[in-house]
């Protein structure tokens, strides 16, 4: 089973060393557009294995996208990342026609290839590629929802002092600062709804922190966060891969789910082998419902940025 990472920077060559890492992809192709940077990060991430202990295969190409045919899954992290102070809306302008060529590239040359989808402003440029692929629905999945809940669990234990393995949670809707969902009356530490053991000004500080992650981890490093996105990648792949069937919020193309349509927004699905199985429909409270109507409407207009 082949994987391609298209961009071989902070986020795509950390979400190939994590593939590598868990040893269930018979190879990552690693695709950027700086001459030589794809086969060095291959190459030394190769000089790794001897002593990590895996047996994936990892090359790397400058824009030669005929190494790539028959890839099952393709992740796209081409494009820039922002610097402190910026939102994910801002890089729309240069990372739309990076990410629509690269689509174009991949479909090429692995026709049912599943795409996962990570440049920002990612809902969007999501979409983008299922108006411009040609891929069916189920083969397209924005990367928003795996990190920002990952984050939202971290800031979990945070408040609650407990290891983070006792939490769980989940983030929907938009992934940006504002349309972020974290939905805390689901939240549990060991099945215990969280709300149990935080007071609402807690909650309303997990929540704040979880939907500022990025802007926070962004002016900490002078650019995005990469270890985290990487690592939430590597779990989707390998739900695919090994058809685990993964509840994971993702950014799917909705279809009325969630009263919405022709828009890409984190929702939770089953992923498995093929790509996304199915969308879940867990009932939301109305003051959640508001919030993810709210960012739809925001995801929309950046939306409507887009030239095809
Ligand atoms: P980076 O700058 O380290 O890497 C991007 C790579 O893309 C560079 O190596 C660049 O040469 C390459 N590239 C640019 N145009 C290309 C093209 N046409 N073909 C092939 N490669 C090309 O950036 P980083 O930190 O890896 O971030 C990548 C993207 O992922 C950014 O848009 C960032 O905002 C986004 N991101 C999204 C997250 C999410 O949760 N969805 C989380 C973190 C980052």
């Known amino acids: 089973m082949k994987v391609t990472v298209v961009g071989a920077g902070a986020v795509g060559a950390s979400c190939a060393e994590y593939i590598a890492m ?138 609650l002092e407990c290891p983070i393995s006792d939490v769980d949670g989940m983030v929907i809707a938009a992934h940006s600062d504002t349309g972020m969902l974290p939905l805390m009356s689901k939240a549990t530490r060991n099945g215990v709804p969280v709300t149990e053991f935080l007071d609402e000004a807690k909650q309303d500080h997990v929540a704040e922190e979880t939907k500022v992650g990025g802007a926070t981890l962004t002016k900490l490093l002078g650019t995005s966060a990469w270890y985290a996105p990487g690592a939430a990648v590597s779990v989707m792949v390998q739900s695919i891969l090994c ?33 996304v199985e199915r969308i879940v429909e867990i009932s939301l409270t109305d003051a959640e419902k508001e919030k993810f109507a709210t960012a739809a409407k925001a995801v929309r207009e950046v939306n409507g940025d887009l030239k095809f």
């Open 22 to 159: 868990k040893d269930f992809a018979a190879e990552v192709v690693l695709v950027d557009i700086k001459e030589g940077f794809a086969e060095g990060k291959a190459m030394d991430l190769m000089q790794t294995a001897s002593l990590n202990g895996f047996d994936t295969k990892i090359t790397g190409t400058t824009g030669d996208y005929s190494k790539t045919a028959g890839s099952k899954v393709a992740v796209i992290t081409s494009g820039i990342p922002r610097k402190p102070g910026m939102t994910r809306e801002e890089l729309i302008g240069i990372n739309a026609g990076i990410v629509k060529e690269v689509t174009e590239n991949l479909v090429k040359h692995s026709p049912n290839v599943i795409i996962i989808v990570v440049s920002n402003p990612m809902d969007t440029m999501a979409y983008l590629v299922h108006k411009t692929s040609g891929l069916p629905k189920n083969q397209i999945i924005g990367m928003g929802g795996a990190l920002d809940s990952a984050r939202f669990k971290y800031r979990l234990a945070e408040a």
């Open 243 to 275: 058809d685990h069937k993964k509840m994971i919020p993702c950014s799917l193309m909705l279809d009325g789910e969630y009263g919405e349509s022709d828009i890409c927004l984190g929702v939770p699905a089953i992923i498995g082998k093929n790509g």
